[in-house]
């Protein structure tokens, strides 16, 4: 999934090329992506846009009076064409979701790999509009995001480490991959209940989030777009390297299954070589 540092690289790349162009065309082939109809999608047709914006993990490509929105959700992605022709194709056929060609014959395509099909489009006059925005916590890249600010909103969550991290109605972008590396870096449990840090560890942990994310947009800036998702996986220290010896202290990374998803972490370096069993009901670590 991607998440703050490739949606940031994604923005600074389609930014440059979309400034003060013209949408001459777009196409809809996933009609279950598209969840806004008022304003329609035709209205983005002669639109000239103003650049290419972020919130979250949201896309935004900005005209006068109004945004397409894309989110990419788990298996989403974003190609750039820089000659591209708008071909029929049928509803629902292929990986594709959206075209959109500008005046100069460039365009981006919003892809989707799989069967879960859930990345979503708007088209809305606010991005407020989009439900997502709307209920967004605060960015890590904004100014916003200190030390005091990660200590309030910890201290009122009653829940795990791992989830306050992922929660996008408190902290903007983070996802499963970065939330595990943070982690490991601040040298923290992800069970361990999100009210519990005492000042120094809110201190080290908003340190170790800012220095993950920071370095995974440092590496993916200027990057091609085909190599973004690659980039990302050769950065990271534990997440998705469930067997491979950890880093640091070379203690074999854990894994801990769920329904639709897993997390990675390193027992020497988290929880004090306790290891949690990879099964679904496993009895979570304090």
């Known amino acids: 999934m991607p998440e703050l540092p490739e949606v940031e690289a994604l923005t600074h790349f389609l930014d440059e090329r979309v400034r ?32 290419c914006t972020r919130r979250g993990k949201f896309l935004a490509l900005e005209a006068e009076t109004l945004y397409l929105v894309a989110h990419l959700a788990r298996a989403g992605w974003v190609r750039w064409r820089p000659a591209m022709e708008i071909k029929p194709g049928k509803l629902g056929r292929s990986p594709l979701a959206l075209r959109v060609r500008l005046d100069d014959g460039s365009g981006m395509e919003l892809t989707e790999q799989g069967t879960e099909k859930r990345l979503a489009i708007y088209v809305v006059r606010s991005l407020d509009d989009v439900p997502g925005i709307a209920e967004l916590g605060v960015d890590p890249f904004d100014d916003d995001f200190t030390v005091k600010v990660l200590a309030q909103l910890l201290c009122n969550e009653g829940g795990q480490l791992k989830h306050a991290l992922t929660d996008q109605r408190l902290i903007a972008g983070v996802g499963n991959a970065y939330s595990d590396e943070a982690l490991h870096v601040a040298r923290m449990s ?97």
């Open 20 to 51: 003060g162009r013209t949408v001459e065309a777009v196409q809809l082939l996933s009609f279950a992506a598209l969840k806004t109809f008022d304003p329609p999608l035709d209205a983005v047709r002669g639109a000239v846009l103003r650049g």
């Open 190 to 286: 992800p069970f361990r209940k999100a009210s519990s840090l005492d000042a120094a560890e809110v201190e080290r942990l908003h340190a170790a989030l800012l220095e993950v994310l920071r370095d995974a947009l440092t590496r993916s800036e200027g990057l091609p777009l085909t190599d973004l998702k690659s980039e990302k996986k050769t950065g990271l220290r534990v997440h998705g390297r469930t067997g491979q010896p950890c880093p640091v202290c070379g203690d074999t990374v854990r894994q801990v299954a769920f329904a639709s998803k897993s997390l990675q972490y390193c027992p020497t370096c988290q929880t004090g070589g306790r290891v949690l069993a990879d099964r679904r009901l496993s009895k979570l670590l304090k």
